[in-house]
């Protein structure tokens, strides 16, 4: 679910472009607005419920489903994917966004060309990682309500502010529900059992 690899290219600049960066996007429309021109960033159509056999086994240092898992039938089948092309001890990094904003959002068309087939809450996502053998799962609410609103009302955020402010907002209990995604952090083990 990499779309134009936007995203995608974002981590390979963080890591100074050294590495391989493979993206998969099921919907050609996408891939036809990416960039094909950069280095050792190749971007293929491709199902992430059932990847291409060019994506290798064991390969990966990082994986990512960045707003994926809602569009899916079979998120699982995903997160499974995800396990079997990481190295041992690779992490993945997914989000979600949180039901609860996620149906206010259609409600008022903010998604309104968007699909999501699930809804679904921190605790099953961890539930899904921990059935494909993902441990060190840690979850973390980000995008603050009233942070992620300022956009719609023109009023620019600053991305480290914001990131500063959903860290102080989440150590406060009961604040989950106010964030619009959810961060979802695992590691595949290590060594095999």
Avoid at 68 to 78: G, S, Y
Avoid at 103 to 110: D, N, P, Q, S
Wanted: charged share 20%.
């Amino acid at each position: 679910g990499c779309a134009e690899g936007a995203t995608l290219l974002e981590i390979r600049n963080l890591f100074g472009g050294k590495a391989v960066y493979d993206g998969v996007e099921y919907a050609t429309s996408l891939l036809e607005k990416a960039d094909t021109s950069v280095a050792n960033l190749k971007l293929r159509q491709g199902d992430v419920t059932a990847l291409p056999e060019t994506i290798t086994d064991n390969y990966y240092h990082l994986a990512t489903l960045l707003a994926v898992l809602e569009h899916l039938d079979k998120p699982f089948a995903a997160v499974q994917e995800a396990y079997r092309v990481l190295k041992p001890g690779g992490v993945i990094v997914l989000s979600c966004p949180h039901p609860v904003w996620d149906k206010i959002a259609g409600k008022f068309g903010l998604v309104k060309d968007e699909f999501h087939a699930q809804s679904l809450k921190t605790k099953e996502l961890c539930r899904l990682l921990k059935a494909a053998g993902f441990q060190e799962i840690r979850c973390r609410p980000f995008m603050w309500v009233p942070v992620t609103s300022l956009p719609y009302l023109k009023i620019p955020v600053n991305v480290e502010f914001a990131d500063r402010l959903d860290r102080l907002v989440g150590m406060i209990p009961l604040t989950e529900a106010t964030y619009v995604n959810q961060l979802v952090f695992a590691q595949k083990p290590a060594t095999s059992d």
